[in-house]
């Protein structure tokens, strides 16, 4: 068994996991004071591209004017759509329609749990393989840029920073992953967390 084997192996074979509970705690403090949300469904894909008997994984620098999240790392994805067949659905359409990339239900290997954000969404992220030759084709609309990183690099504890600070006296915890001029953060970090407790050994 090669190494990018061992490593869908441990994917698909791994146990559920949690996300980080300050998350979650960040998410209610957000809301504090407001009416009860409503949380709108969204999907990402994880995109897992072959290079060198290993993997990398795709990111995606948000363009800077958007209303959420502007100029942060994320994995490609977005809202569901009612013309969508399930969340699965809205994960290929919107990675394909921000950068380009063509996936297909039977590159998925399996989902993350759902997670809530700042901005009113639950996402679901989708782990998936995808061609080592794909072409971006990026969505200025959406998306500034497109990079990838090792994956050894990214799921390595070693890596995840953290930094801990006091919102109305709760103590919370904010990981974040440097790479080159990259900082990954947030709910994309939470989500790569997640990963690394699965995958990595």
């Known amino acids: 068994m090669n190494d990018q084997q061992q490593l869908l192996a441990r994917f698909l074979l791994g146990p559920q996991t949690h996300y980080d509970p300050s998350h979650s705690a960040r998410i209610k403090l957000s809301a504090a004071g407001s009416s009860p949300r409503t949380y709108k469904q969204a999907a990402v894909l994880i995109p897992l591209v072959p290079r060198h008997n290993t993997y990398s994984v795709v990111f995606t620098l948000r363009a800077r004017h958007l209303k959420h999240h502007p100029g942060q790392i994320a994995f490609p994805g977005g809202r569901y759509e009612p013309q969508d067949v399930d969340l699965i659905d809205t994960a290929i359409r919107e990675t394909k329609e921000e950068t380009g990339i063509s996936c297909n239900r039977e590159r998925i ?11 009113g969404y639950i996402v679901t992220p989708y782990v998936s393989t995808i061609s080592a030759n794909y072409r971006p084709d990026l969505d200025p609309n959406e998306v500034d840029d497109l990079f990838e990183v090792p994956i050894e690099y990214l799921l390595n ?3 995840m920073r953290s930094a801990r600070f006091s919102i109305n006296g709760t103590d919370l915890n904010i990981y974040a992953i440097p790479y080159h001029n ?3 953060w947030g709910a994309t970090a939470q989500m790569v967390k997640l990963l690394s407790n699965q995958l990595w050994y």
Request: net charge neutral.
């Open 109 to 119: 290997l399996g989902q993350l749990p759902s997670l809530p954000t700042i901005s």
């Open 182 to 184: 990259h900082s990954i």
């Open 157 to 159: 504890p070693v890596n």
